[in-house]
């Protein structure tokens, strides 16, 4: 497959630039200021992009068979500012349209995954206050490829609660809104067991237009 990663350099998306590569799919990594940073391999080239913009997307998206977005709703280290993730959503169903590229993974948050019935888990009245905004924007994404991304093949994948640098084990479980938890109570996945499986469900969709999430 040729796969367009918006988000390229990031944690998740060098991860999953890897993932692709090792799998020998070829890639294309999106991001804003190409000039500023390096492609996480050589094999991967890196193109100008504004994730929040549908002409921009439908430019570097034509012609290939899936994209997976895999922006922060952060800042960067060099000064750019955080993205809206809502803008994020909606320029990418309207670019990929326009493209006529269905297929889209999109690495979203864990944040409304439900922990009880009808509660996410940034209902909870220890969630920290610094993710709450961020918890906002990733919800607020959701919804949107719920109910706006009609014709495309969306994928909107949560990661557990802690997702951080660690090994490939090539193993995870999988949730559909509910968040997974493992015998000590911990929610966790590695970066690189994260971009596993996003590559999986590219390659064999178990999970088109809906939520999932992975941890161990």
């Not at 000064?79 to 803008?87: D, F, Q, T």
């Not at 990418?92 to 922990?115: C, D, N, P, T």
């Not at 090994?167 to 067991?193: A, W």
Request: glycine share 10%; aromatic share 6%; net charge positive.
């Amino acid at each position: 497959m040729k796969i367009v990663v918006f988000g390229a350099t990031g944690n998740v998306g060098q991860r999953v630039v890897a993932e692709a590569l090792r799998r020998g799919h070829e890639v294309v990594g999106v991001v804003r200021d190409p000039s500023a940073v390096q492609s996480p391999d050589k094999r991967a080239g890196l193109v100008k992009g504004d994730a929040t913009n549908a002409d921009d997307v439908a430019r570097v998206a034509r012609g290939a068979d899936a994209v997976v977005s895999a922006i922060s709703p952060r800042p960067n280290a060099r000064g750019l500012p955080a993205p809206s993730l809502a803008a994020n959503s909606r320029a990418l169903i309207k670019g990929l349209r326009a493209a006529k590229v269905k297929r889209v993974l999109y690495v979203g948050g864990a944040s409304s995954l439900e922990v009880a019935p009808g509660k996410a888990l940034a209902d909870m009245p220890d969630f920290p206050e610094a993710y709450r905004e961020e918890a906002r924007e990733g919800r607020e994404a959701l919804s949107i490829w719920r109910n706006e991304a009609r014709g495309l093949d969306w994928t909107y994948l949560s990661p557990a609660a802690e997702i951080a640098p660690g090994k490939r084990t090539g193993k995870y479980r999988t949730t559909q809104d509910h968040l997974l938890k493992d015998d000590s109570g911990r929610s966790f996945i590695t970066f690189e067991d994260y971009a596993v499986a996003v590559l999986d469900e590219l390659e064999h969709p178990q999970h088109v237009g809906k939520r999932f999430g992975v941890a161990y």
